[in-house]
């Protein structure tokens, strides 16, 4: 039995800090007492401002805040589906968290984070892990506010398939081995199946989760509690979100960092193609890394050892590991394991113990990260809608390429790019990708570069190690926006302010409390 290679996963998240919140809240729970701010009024007063009148509805509504777990308070504002045609009767629902000011001069302001994805949930985020997510600085001064986006975790939500039957979708096993036409078709079918069950579960609202409608939900958000213009400051996908508000509204840009960046530019291959380089970069700093340590189960060069674990992948790719739960460790699952691995430096040491366990028939570790990329409890059940949004998002947002010769050429390339850790099946060479091929709705956005003339100094995060969203990303969007700034983290993993880097963090938090951005060409690690 192999296990079904789901191509669409190719395009690996940009990435989301949810996947290491549960570990950064056990870690600050010996941070010492947090002060309680003083009671705020359970009700936010919109601005006042000129839309269009069948908009008015939606921008003059009032948000009622209720206390929520965490010391947060939470509430829920309404949004129209299609913000194009706004219709009452298909109206959908946003949730909102906020931790309100802690300084005794109340606050500036709102701050709105969002950690990435797609598919990650801000209200979570915020709500349960705020000191993982922005300082206490920042804290003192704003209201920091989260939010699920359309489509997300308590917002109305995507809803494709249930735990078992996502289970058997990321996990499943195929009769045929990869590499035959029997294999393919089976890829294909699951593919389709998925499309039409998240059609079928999840209506109309499938066509409306892209990022353009969720851009103009967070300007309706902004004005709800509030603020006449947008603090923000969006990590990873996250920055996805700014870029193009501030595209669309760049009168309404207060302070924006984007933290992680991606290119607004980049088509879906583009996207692909530099994640495959960046990994492949990360993924041989942390083999030089692991042959210099204590315990590592590779020798001599780092291309040596790169060579071992292409061998590992294709010993697990023909004789899985069986897990307890009746799951198989093949090459695919590894494969994802080390792109979990390789979102931070601190999950190196991780990576080397699934290493020598798989060496040594055991499959735990390899599992556990595995399942933390996908979103999986150790239960069997999933962290929210986390990738079924994360899916239905990208094939939404992105164009599908069709066109054979440009597909095989494309195929290629990748394959050249991951090295001796690329996928040997070369049979969907040339084929679209089998989900977002088979999408019910074409997508609704087209890569393009933003300028977002006339906006605010935007700050523009980049990590030089960055293997989910590279370094060139943040230099291509800083170039783009006319006002953007860039800052350079040297260092390892994706995103640079969750590293709390003293000098990123005063960069940062800097600007966003004194509006003054960094100087042009600052690099900090």
Not at 369 to 383: I, M
Request: hydrophobic residues 35%; contains cysteine.
């Amino acid at each position: 039995m192999t296990r079904r290679r789901v191509r669409a996963t190719a395009v690996r998240r940009p990435g989301a800090l949810g996947a290491v919140l549960l570990a950064a809240a056990v870690a600050l729970s010996g941070c010492g007492l947090i002060p309680v701010p003083e009671p705020r009024s359970s009700t936010s007063s919109p601005t006042t401002e000129e839309v269009a009148p069948d908009l008015a509805r939606y921008y003059e509504q009032a948000l009622t805040w209720s206390p929520c777990e965490d010391g947060a308070q939470c509430a829920t504002a309404t949004a129209p589906l299609d913000w194009s045609a706004p219709d009452p009767a298909t109206d959908i629902q946003l949730a909102l968290v906020r931790h309100t000011a802690r300084g005794a001069d109340g606050p500036r302001g709102s701050l709105f984070v969002n950690p990435g994805g797609p598919g990650a949930s801000g209200v979570y985020f915020v709500k349960a892990s705020v000191d993982y997510a922005v300082s206490r600085d920042l804290q003192d001064a704003y209201d920091i506010v989260g939010w699920d986006p359309r489509g997300v975790g308590a917002s109305t939500a995507v809803d494709c398939v249930d735990d078992t039957q996502l289970d058997s979708f990321l996990y499943g096993e195929t009769e045929a081995p990869p590499g035959t036409p029997a294999h393919d078709e089976e890829l294909v079918q699951a593919s389709k199946s998925f499309a039409e069950s998240c059609a079928a579960r999840s209506g109309p609202l499938l066509q409306f989760i892209d990022t353009q409608s969720t851009v103009h939900d967070l300007d309706m958000l902004r004005a709800l509690v509030g603020d006449r213009q947008l603090n923000y400051l969006g990590y990873s996908y996250g920055t996805s979100i700014g870029a193009q508000y501030a595209q669309d509204f760049p009168g309404h840009v207060g302070r924006m960092v984007l933290d992680g960046a991606t290119d607004p530019s980049a088509s879906s291959f583009d996207v692909v193609l530099a994640q495959t380089t960046g990994f492949r970069t990360s993924f041989e700093s942390y083999m030089a890394a692991c042959l210099a340590g204590q315990g590592c189960p590779f020798r001599g060069s780092v291309d040596e050892g790169e060579q071992m674990v292409a061998t590992l992948l294709d010993r697990l790719e023909q004789s899985p590991l069986r897990a307890r739960d009746g799951r198989e460790l093949d090459g695919q699952v590894m494969r994802s394991a080390i792109d979990s691995a390789l979102y931070g430096e601190q999950q190196w040491p991780a990576l080397t113990t699934a290493f020598t366990e798989a060496l040594r028939g055991e499959s735990t570790t390899a599992f556990a990260l595995a399942d933390s990329y996908f979103g999986r409890k150790p239960d069997g059940t999933y962290s929210g809608n986390f990738y079924e949004a994360f899916l239905a998002i990208q094939c939404i947002d992105y164009p599908v390429e069709r066109d054979p010769a440009v597909l095989a050429t494309e195929a290629a390339e990748l394959r050249a790019a991951a090295g001796e850790l690329a996928d040997d099946d070369t049979s969907r060479d040339g084929e679209p990708d089998p989900l977002c091929g088979n999408w019910p709705y074409p997508a609704r956005d087209t890569p393009a570069p933003v300028s977002a003339e006339g906006a605010a100094p935007i700050v523009v995060v980049g990590t030089t190690g960055d293997p989910a969203t590279p370094y060139t990303w943040a230099e291509a969007l800083a170039g783009q926006l006319s006002s953007g700034v860039l800052l350079t983290y040297e260092g390892e993993g994706h995103i640079a302010y969750d590293e709390r880097d003293p000098c990123i963090v005063s960069a940062v938090d800097g600007y966003l409390l004194g509006g003054d951005p960094p100087a042009v060409g600052t690099t900090c690690g």
